[in-house]
């Protein structure tokens, strides 16, 4: 197997039905799981939903895992695949919305907390706006802080195509954000 | 890509902590979707209930031959009648 010595330990005790490896793993990969269902769909309980059918069919289907690949990539699959299926499965609503809630909840206090806040917002809205395949490679990228390398392989595909998807999503966020570049040089 | 749009992406994209709730959504998951049955008392049904209907069919085909067969005979009866009469 692909793994590092107590991960292999920890795969293996899950693949024995070992209820505290399985909590031990849940420990590891929580976070990871989460913030990029959390980041690519832009909303707490679309997230949790991703996450918690992440590692119900990671529990389930631990048992085929023969290590071909690594582990992390073979959990970053899954992720991947529940973002993908919630999202085939859930219509989104309309992310300007979400945006726009999101500033008015936002606080006020100063005009750079104001500013700060509308930035944020921008920016979420333009990634929620991109293509699933966009935003994906965006989200591992940054996210996960995964090489080109890692994310072809989570996804399948090869290098150049995430380097042309990652090409693709950095000119559509330049273009939608340009108008807050100017805040950007002012370091709101 | 300018810097600044780099640094905005690492920042509003960074990774969170999940909830402790979510461990207790793992353990006890939802009602699971109802798993689709194959339909097999209804083929059996819809097979009967042609096997059945064939059945009937044959069993009256007899019947109705004799009937129709009688009407003929009426009809010719009175056709012969009809030719007595008006002579």
Redesign the interface.
């Known amino acids: 197997m692909v793994l590092e010595g107590s991960e292999r330990e920890l795969v293996e005790a899950c693949q024995r039905g070992e209820s505290e490896a399985f909590?031990a793993l849940?420990e590891i990969y929580?976070?990871?799981?989460?913030?990029i269902a959390?980041?690519y769909s832009g909303n707490e309980a679309a997230a949790?939903d991703i996450?918690?059918d992440t590692?119900?069919k990671l529990?389930g289907s631990i048992q085929h895992f023969r290590g071909e690949a690594a582990f992390q990539t073979w959990i970053y699959r899954l992720v991947v695949n529940s973002c993908f299926d919630h999202k085939r499965r859930t219509r989104r609503l309309v992310p300007l919305a979400a945006g726009f809630l999101a500033t008015l909840c936002a606080s006020a206090d100063s005009l750079a907390d104001l500013l700060r806040s509308e930035?944020?917002a921008s920016?979420?809205s333009a990634?929620d706006r991109l293509s699933p395949a966009l935003r994906m490679v965006?989200?591992l990228r940054?996210?996960?802080g995964l090489s080109y390398e890692e994310i072809a392989a989570v996804l399948g595909c090869s290098q150049g195509t995430v380097a042309s998807r990652l090409n693709r999503a950095?000119?559509t966020?330049?273009r939608r954000?340009s108008h807050l570049?100017h805040m950007?040089?002012r370091h709101v | 890509m300018s810097e600044w749009l780099e640094l905005e992406l690492a920042d509003r994209l960074a990774p969170v902590r999940a909830p402790e709730r979510l461990w207790h959504l793992v353990q006890a998951p939802g009602p699971a979707p109802a798993r689709r049955r194959r339909p097999v008392k209804a083929l059996l049904l819809l097979a009967a209930a042609g096997a059945a209907s064939v059945w009937v069919a044959s069993a009256w085909r007899p019947a109705a031959r004799s009937a129709q067969s009688l009407v003929v005979r009426i009809n010719s009866a009175d056709m012969a009648c009809r030719s007595c009469h008006t002579e």
């Open positions: 909590r849940f929580r976070d990871r799981v989460y913030s959390l980041r949790m996450a918690q590692f119900l529990f930035v944020r920016v979420r990634v965006v989200v940054y996210t996960e950095h000119k966020l330049g954000l570049a950007g040089d």
